[in-house]
């Protein structure tokens, strides 16, 4: 700005420009409280020039929250390669970096930020969802899951969701502990639908054949067994 | 009606009857379907003596989300008598018949519906989640509970709802199937935590010492065992 040069962006690249500054300042406290003029001044443009490439506070926040949806889902992509307790623990740790990055913009998100209701927001969310569904199937190599497999990843999923919410309602667990207990809790559940059911437990033996003696689940197994005696 | 004389009603007990047919009309469509003309003719009254009552479709939906919000908080409640697992099911039973005679508008208020967004709504939704997590606590007789069975208790209560959620999508699965699955769910989830945990350890083993050998906690361990065999 001191030089006296101020190169001129195109519409594209201010757009991109005032999404991630839109993003950042949700990120950092809740949505609701973030005001135009702020976003404004953090870009270094006029009030009336955001207005200009978005209508609405609104649809500003559902392209910061678009890109903060194709961020997230990207975090899930995970080679095929290893243990599957293993790469879901290091998905795990992607996924509370995010949570961790945007605290205040998830919870606010999830519990029914300022744009819930909009159909496009609800879309997004369920975008990311469903996104987490694809991977874990693929992982596990599963084209056309029976509905107590889907039950299980679906609900495993939104019990990640709750447990981060709730991990940032005062951070009183350590974010590491709760990595691991989202791949015990995945194995948790998916061993009591197997209890349950023939095909689960045949789905389930094939899962856990690979896992190595020092992995996620080899240890949930070890550590319940010392609470049993 | 034919014989002439129709009784007045007074304003509760006329405001009470149409939130007992908007409930009831809201519970079997997607409340987004159903017009106030609707449920005018459904209560055998004009639409503008609805509006009367009423001052619009939002506050008639969050009148009726109340009473169902009270119902559901109702049934949650269960004699402190028996052993835990046995009364937990019980109350799944019971959630379980809630959900079937609500599902359209379970799902419409869960997956975002009308309503979403208003504050009034979000307080409603969280207020039978408290009541949950309060009946809960008491059974366990746990007054101040350690971070960590907080979370197991809400994370669990969250995968309830989801649980329901998928369920009513299809009911590919009995129910009666989920609600055991569910009280199961529960044991694994703090079996879980109890392994990372002393804390949580000993909580769970005093949970447990008084269930019956063919209780469902019971019941889990033995098919768990037969499934790692």
């Given at each position: 700005m001191t030089t006296g040069i101020r190169r001129r962006m195109g519409v594209e690249e201010r757009r991109q420009q005032l999404i991630g500054v839109a993003l950042d300042l949700f990120s950092r406290r809740?949505?609701?409280?973030?005001s135009i003029d702020e976003i404004a001044s953090a870009a270094g443009i006029s009030r009336p020039l955001v207005y200009h490439y978005f209508p609405g506070k609104l649809s500003l926040y559902e392209a910061a929250l678009k890109r903060a949806s194709e961020d997230l889902a990207g975090r899930f992509v995970e080679p095929h390669e290893g243990p599957l307790g293993a790469r879901l623990l290091r998905v795990m740790r992607r996924f509370f970096d995010f949570v961790d990055e945007h605290g205040p913009g998830f919870s606010a998100l999830m519990r029914g930020?300022?744009?819930?209701?909009?159909s496009a927001t609800n879309a997004l969310i369920d975008s990311v969802r469903q996104a987490a569904y694809v991977q874990i199937l693929s992982h596990l190599g599963?084209?056309?899951?029976p509905a107590r497999l889907e039950l299980v990843v679906r609900s495993w999923i939104s019990l990640a969701e709750s447990t981060a919410l709730i991990w940032l309602d005062?951070?009183?667990?350590?974010r590491g502990e709760l990595e691991v207990q989202l791949v015990h809790d995945f194995a948790a559940l998916a061993a009591v639908s197997a209890a349950q059911d023939e095909e689960m437990g045949t789905l389930l033996r094939g899962m856990l054949?690979?896992?190595?003696?020092?992995g996620p689940f080899a240890d949930l197994v070890t550590r319940l067994i010392s609470l049993a005696s």
């Open positions: 809740s949505p609701d409280a973030v930020g300022p744009a819930v209701g909009s599963v084209q056309d899951p005062g951070r009183r667990i350590p054949k690979d896992e190595p003696d020092d």
